[in-house]
């Protein structure tokens, strides 16, 4: 029918244009492979942003393959794409080369994180939350933004920090120890604001799993190389951090663990 063949057109017209970028990606830029993967995502974002603007409230089946198509991009964003800004910023803070990619990257990520983003609201709006698709959406969603805000924090680190002659793994390792766990710190706190205001318990659990992870993190990982003296300041200070979150589960778990405030 007429929707059949127009889909097979936007399917058709999108394959023809991502290989037309690429082809011309591998013709003018011969100096960076990485570029050549910024460029090519960035332009794959700008097309599926634009498809999903365009079937919202339009085409429903359609919109849903484009969010689909979305979640995809947002993956390979976190492995192929993160890999290929990792190493377009090495090679601009080592060697002065050009910062263009870089700013692409950033460009290629704001579109990439918009459709998530859009999604998330849509689904919290929505009063019927079918289980476990619920539950899996929120963890999977919690992970996805803890792997997002982790490697945006890396890019932001070292560009902030980074001197010509430093090494970058170091740098890296160091910033990490606490950056990471005020970063999810703060997601597990935007967790549990959100799931107290919508009355969402899954996410307000979810919140609570996270800031264990935080002090599993710290407390196994981030200790290590610290002297007896301050591993012994430390386990003081989790235990009375334990001994507050134990008081506030006995003050708020009918809050945490129910679907009504």
Not at 82 to 88: G, N, P, R, T, V
Not at 173 to 181: C, H, P, T, V
Not at 234 to 243: E, K, P, R, V
């Amino acid at each position: 029918n007429d929707k059949t063949n127009k889909s097979l057109l936007a399917v058709l017209a999108y394959a023809t244009l991502i290989f037309e970028v690429n082809y011309q990606a591998d013709q003018l830029i011969t100096h960076s492979f990485a570029a050549k993967v910024i460029v090519v995502g960035t332009f794959n974002a700008a097309l599926l942003l634009c498809a999903y603007i365009a079937t919202y409230r339009r085409s429903p089946i359609a919109n849903h393959v484009v969010s689909l198509l979305g979640v995809v991009a947002v993956l390979v964003s976190f492995t192929h794409y993160f890999q290929a800004a990792s190493d377009a910023r090495d090679l601009w803070l080592t060697t002065q080369a050009a910062a263009w990619p870089m700013a692409l990257y950033l460009l290629m990520t704001a579109m990439i994180i918009a459709i998530p983003i859009h999604l998330g609201r849509r689904f919290l709006t929505n009063d019927e939350r079918r289980e476990p698709w619920a539950t899996l959406a929120v963890v999977g969603t919690t992970l996805l933004a803890l792997v997002f805000v982790s490697q945006q924090f890396d890019h932001l680190s070292l560009l902030f920090q980074y001197e010509l002659g430093n090494d970058i793994e170091h740098l890296l390792m160091k910033s990490r120890k606490a950056g990471y766990a005020v970063l999810w710190g703060s997601v597990a706190y935007g967790l549990m604001h959100v799931g107290i205001k919508r009355k969402f318990r899954n996410m307000r659990v979810v919140s609570l799993l996270v800031f264990l992870l935080i002090i599993v993190k710290l407390f196994v990982f981030d200790l290590k190389g610290i002297p007896e003296g301050g591993r012994v300041i430390a386990f003081i200070g989790l235990g009375i951090l334990l001994l507050v979150i134990s008081f506030m589960y006995q003050r708020l778990k009918s809050l945490l663990f129910t679907e009504t405030d």
